[in-house]
């Protein structure tokens, strides 16, 4: 039990070729709300979806917006680089691209 703890809080180890390598865990935080969101796709095409937003993942560097997603009924992965605006259902709130991170961040205090 207490070595499951250390790995959660930790990353992982291994050793290869005699080196250390760090293989680091991803960190998610919940986030609770209705989005709309505003995002590119690989094409450059602008698309708008509503999303029931689950939790926001940190992952090799990269913040991601997970939750489930009205237009397209699936559980989704939105990358927050990729998205141009937000819209919040409850507060009524909308956020543009420069922001859109740091408002995230805030709204599931990661």
């Known amino acids: 039990m207490r070595l499951l703890r250390r790995l959660r809080n930790f990353s992982l180890r291994f050793i290869r070729q005699r080196k250390l390598i760090r293989i680091p865990f991803h960190r998610a935080r919940q986030i609770r709300g209705e989005f709309y969101v505003s995002q590119l796709d690989d094409a450059g095409v602008l698309s ?4 029931c937003a689950q939790r926001l993942v940190l992952r090799d560097g990269k913040l991601y917006l997970c939750g489930w997603c009205e237009v397209m009924p699936a ?8 998205i141009t605006q937000i819209a919040d259902d409850d ?15 805030r709204k599931s205090r990661l």
């Not at 559980?75 to 990729?82: G, K, N, P, T």
């Not at 709130?93 to 420069?98: L, R, T």
């Open 48 to 51: 708008t979806s509503r999303v």
């Open 75 to 82: 559980y989704r992965q939105l990358d927050v680089e990729r």
């Open 91 to 105: 507060s009524n709130e909308i956020v543009m691209k420069c922001e859109v991170r740091d408002w995230l961040a």
